[in-house]
């Protein structure tokens, strides 16, 4: 009974319940109706979408450079603070006569070294040549102390051969002298004895012999005994003269040894003289073509070091002018003529006047921006002209200034209709960075979410307002593109409608 009350109580508080949500949508749509007549309205229709990067920045100069002397001197003449100027012009320049004077003494000095080389290579010749006659008189005085000993060897193995041959024969003759000596002593002393034996026997025979044969056998024997001493003689004579000429032959022929042997040891003292002075000779030639060539060395380099001098003195002649790398305007400039300058110190700064424009990007911004991108230009002094530039570069190095993280850009104009960049202008630019065509759009302020979904106020024609699930696709500061849910020609509400309602 219980459970039956309480249905028919739920029943009845539903029912209730869907009668008011019915009441108050039908309210709300006359509501929106009533509203939609005085609200802003917009026809959805096609077009382009064009998402930018919009910052200021200034024109600068594409380069710009900072000069300062490396000499000191009076200041011949110098441009001033906003002067314009070509390339090649003379920007700042200083007296430099001690420069010429400095160039003159380094070009002598090189003149000088060219002059010391050149002697250094004649001497070099000459000492070549030395050595070559040198080593050919060496090789020529070898040949002949060689030749001259081999002659006096040979001489003395001549003296050597005689002297043996010659005492040889005399000892032969000798030998031969004492043998027919002998022979003859040994004849003679024989016939003597067979004289005596005959007389003897004479004697002793018994027949009466005449006396004159008796004499006859005594003079034979004397004979014989005088025959034998007169051969004796005549031998101790040829042995004498024998043994004599033997010796002779001996001495003459050690003297002729002795003639040879001497000249031979002075053809060996002469070949060692020879050579040690062809060592000297060539020693002194060699060492003569080292020190001639290491006078080539230091000639080398003394022009090398003349060559340098004289560089660094027109390097001083070249810095007391300085000219304009390109065309350009003087920053600032600190001498005037007449003035002395001092080095070191900055002289002249200029710039370029091939301009450029230079810009912060935030940090956000700069992930869609890459070089080569269009942007539009506006100068505060000439805001009613715009003109075009290219990103050029990105600065991959990031400033924070008061937390706020930017990189530098910067924007190169491109010809056309430019008007005069004057420099630190301040300037506004518009980078596109990204976009679509023939789309349908619709103001980005018109398009509201609810749990996750997006969604317009559609106008009907009856006014009344149609709450629409869109699909949305590229957008900018001002419109977002209509993928789905809505036609072109469908009008809708500016802002929400409900918005619109909670604050009524």
Sequence with gaps: MVN????????????????????????????????????????????????????????????????????????????????????????????????????????????????????????????????????????TNTSLAEQASQSAYKALEDANDLAKKSEESAYTALENTTNIASWSITSAKSAWDEAEKILE??????????????????????????????????????????????????????????????????????????????????????????????????????????????????????????????????LSSIYKEGQYASPGINAISIISSDFIIKTDVNEIDIVNLQIGQDADIKLDAYYENEFSGKIIKISPISSNIGGVVSFELTVKPEAGNIPELLYGLSASLTITTSGVEDVLFVPIQSVYEEDGKSYVDLVAEDAVTEKKEVTTGMFNYDFIEIKSGLNEGDVILISSAISNISGS
């Design 4 to 139: 039956k009350i309480t249905g028919k109580i739920f029943f009845i508080i539903t029912a209730i319940a869907i009668i008011i949500m019915a009441s108050f949508n039908l309210s709300a749509c006359n509501r929106l109706g009533d509203i939609s007549k005085n609200l802003d309205t917009f026809e959805v229709t096609k077009g382009d979408i064009i998402q930018t990067v919009t910052t200021s920045g200034y024109v600068d100069s594409s380069e710009q450079n900072d000069y300062s002397l490396s000499a000191s001197g009076k200041v011949l003449s110098a441009l001033s603070k906003g002067d314009t100027f070509s390339k090649d012009d003379v920007l700042i320049e200083i007296d430099n006569s001690r420069q010429e004077l400095l160039i003159a003494q380094a070009e002598e000095n090189l003149n000088t070294a060219k002059n010391s080389m050149a002697l250094a290579r004649i001497s070099y010749q000459q000492a070549l040549d030395a050595n070559h006659i040198a080593i050919q008189l060496a090789e």
């Design 201 to 330: 026997e004479a004697k002793k025979d018994t027949t009466p012999l005449s006396d004159l044969v008796i004499a006859q056998y005594e003079a034979n024997a004397n004979n014989a005994e005088a025959n034998y001493e007169a051969v004796i003689a005549q031998y101790n004579a040829n042995i004498d003269t024998s043994e004599g000429t033997y010796e002779s032959t001996k001495s003459q022929s050690r003297s002729s040894t002795d003639t040879a042997k001497s000249a031979y040891e002075k053809s060996l003292l002469n070949q060692s003289s020879t050579y040690w002075s062809n060592l000297s000779s060539t020693q002194s030639a060699a060492s003569q073509i080292e020190v001639v060539a290491k006078n080539i060395e230091q000639a080398g380099t003394q022009i090398k070091l003349s060559e340098i001098n004289l560089e660094l003195a027109k390097l001083d002649m070249d810095s007391s002018v300085i000219r304009a790398p390109y065309n350009g305007i003087v």
